[in-house]
């Protein structure tokens, strides 16, 4: 059995996280994982979110974080639509 802390680490983990799920129509949605955390927790999962895009960027030729590269590439696929 988990401690009780190591649940809310996972859940930070997963919050953090770059995947995101979508809806049926398309639209983004937000991770299950923060649902389940209080607000200290979700303010602890957007820092390490913050950190954690920094260090993508830092390490992406073209400086782009997974987020922006997803971005981009729905705006690029809408353009040629």
Sequence with gaps: M???GED??????AAAGAYRGRDPHGRVQGHPAFYDLD?????????????LRRMEAALDPEGLSSTARA???RIRAASAG
């Design 2 to 4: 988990s401690e009780p």
């Design 8 to 13: 809310r680490e996972a859940l930070i983990e």
């Design 39 to 51: 607000e200290a927790g979700r303010e602890e999962a957007f820092a390490l979110a913050r950190t």
């Design 71 to 73: 971005v981009l590439g």
